[in-house]
């Protein structure tokens, strides 16, 4: 157990849906990532939160945002699905900005019909 | 851009045998390296880190080896088990000054170990 919470475990969703990812870091640590797991992209970085506020920007679609809130949690918004936004979505957290050590969350798996 | 590249799958062994999954990575500067496992349905797990060239990350009897030279870090194991059966994921990390530190990753390479 990486210390790391993600909800739901599992969503299921019909195209042009709006859901949204919730993600805990371990206690104590400052910074989020969020990734995605597809079969065709394989895992890709998408957004980094440090004390709440945006840190980096990955392959993030505009359709998608994040925050992170003063409790430290964060949450991943995902709207106008599409089936191709079926994946695996993974929080990691880091103690702050500059360590280069992530723990995963065990990951929410989205899929959109 | 950072890559990385990693030796296709799936491998299958049998119990007891030697594992050695290849990576390769292209990045300028000095990236930290990582090894991550992701059993069946579930998360990443961090499996081993380096830090530097010729530094040696290991963890339950895995071991990578940071090698600028040739710009590597390939994961063994001497003697593998069923319960090493997963998907290993070798990755980088490697910000501009001052910049983020997000992984890139390769695509992952499927275990199986049979009894």
């Known amino acids: 157990d990486s210390g790391v919470t993600q909800t739901p475990k599992h969503l299921i969703t019909a195209t042009g849906q709006r859901v949204t990812l919730r993600c805990s870091p371990r206690?104590?640590?400052?910074?989020v990532y969020w990734y995605q797991q597809s079969l065709d992209q394989g895992l890709q970085f998408l957004i980094q939160?440090?004390?709440?506020?945006?840190?980096a920007k990955g392959n993030i679609l505009e359709r998608f945002s994040a925050q992170q809130f003063p409790d430290l949690h964060s949450e991943l918004n995902l709207s106008s699905l599409e089936l191709g936004d079926s994946a695996l979505y993974f929080c990691?957290?880091?103690?702050?900005?500059?360590?280069?050590?992530?723990?995963f969350g065990p990951g929410t798996r989205l899929t959109v019909l | 851009g950072d890559s990385v590249t990693q030796m296709e799958g799936p491998v299958t062994l049998s119990e007891e045998a030697f594992l050695t999954i290849n990576c390769t990575y292209t990045?300028?500067?000095?990236?930290?390296l990582f090894w991550y496992v992701q059993y069946p349905g579930e998360g990443l797990q961090l499996l081993l880190k380096?830090?530097?060239?010729?530094d040696k990350g290991s963890n339950k009897g895995f071991e990578a080896t940071y090698r600028k030279e040739t710009t590597s870090f390939h994961l063994e194991k001497g003697s593998v088990q069923v319960s090493d059966s997963a998907v290993y994921f070798c990755?980088?990390?490697?910000?501009?000054?001052?910049?983020?530190?997000?992984?890139?990753f390769g695509s992952g390479t499927q275990l199986t170990v049979l009894p």
């Open positions: 990691a957290s880091s103690r702050d900005w500059a360590s280069d050590t992530q723990y």
């Open positions: 206690s104590g640590d400052l910074s």
């Open positions: 939160y440090y004390n709440g506020e945006e840190r």
């Open positions: 990045a300028t500067g000095y990236p930290s």
């Open positions: 380096a830090t530097k060239a010729d």
């Open positions: 990755a980088l990390n490697n910000p501009p000054s001052g910049s983020a530190r997000q992984l890139t």
